[in-house]
């Protein structure tokens, strides 16, 4: 990647975290030229970063005033889990039957970690830490499918969800993750599957009740 993909990524990276962690709210202006001034980079790579994140419905663009700050509606989350249930629930039942020992004992260690940061669910700095544990257990078992389209397509849904789950309470969830690892442990597709479908639907209803 050259420097102005690479100045491109930071710009997107930057406004990506500001928006998911509220810190650049719903209706907020992002002008082009402000934020390549304030930011040092020139107007290319930050009108290519303005332009991924409209691609992704983080912003929207506004003709001769610049890019707004989308706000995420209770159809959008709607919209996501109900596709996380179609996918993730059948790429847990593909990886039940091809799942090696490696990947059972990364989901081990990565359900070790969230035990750890549990015992500080109220600390709010450590939510970042927590989605991304989150990220990486339900990314093992996706790529565990050996399938690289759909592991693709659930990477996409979590980065999609990344600013619904800010509404979770229980952003680490160690139990329900170690009863997904045991029936996956024991080749169990059934129970595999019912316990993903469990996991992702108690979420949900714990984001609907906060939003």
């Known amino acids: 990647m050259g ?7 930071f710009v997107y990276d930057l406004l990506k975290r500001k928006i998911i962690a509220g810190e650049l709210t719903a209706g907020t202006i992002l002008n082009e030229a402000e934020l390549a001034n304030e930011l040092k980079i020139g107007k290319t790579p930050t009108r290519e970063a303005l ?23 209770l159809q959008d989350i709607l919209e996501i889990f109900a596709l ?3 996918i993730e629930v059948e790429a847990i039942g593909i ?5 090696s020992e490696e990947d059972i004992r990364k989901l081990i260690e990565n359900n ?36 690289k389209r ?11 969800l990344e600013r619904a789950l800010s509404f979770d309470p229980y952003i680490a969830d160690p139990s329900q993750h170690e009863e997904i690892i045991f029936h996956l442990s ?26």
Not at 95 to 99: C, D, K, L, Q, V
Not at 115 to 134: A, P, T, W
């Open 112 to 147: 070790q970690k969230e035990s750890l940061l549990v015992q500080h669910q109220g600390d709010n700095s450590l939510r970042e830490q927590g989605y991304q544990i989150n990220r990486e257990f339900h990314l093992i078992i996706a790529q565990a499918t050996g399938n």
């Open 51 to 73: 332009l991924l994140l409209t691609h992704e419905g983080f912003v929207d663009a506004l003709p001769r005033v610049g890019y707004v700050v989308t706000r995420l509606t």
């Open 186 to 211: 024991n080749r169990d597709k059934a129970r595999a599957q019912a316990a993903m479908r469990r996991h992702i639907e108690e979420t949900l209803a714990r984001i609907v009740n906060r939003f």
């Open 150 to 160: 759909l592991a693709r397509l659930v990477q996409e849904m979590i980065d999609d």
């Open 3 to 9: 420097k102005s993909g690479t100045k491109k990524s």
């Open 95 to 99: 990886a039940s039957e091809r799942i």
């Open 84 to 86: 996380r249930i179609l």
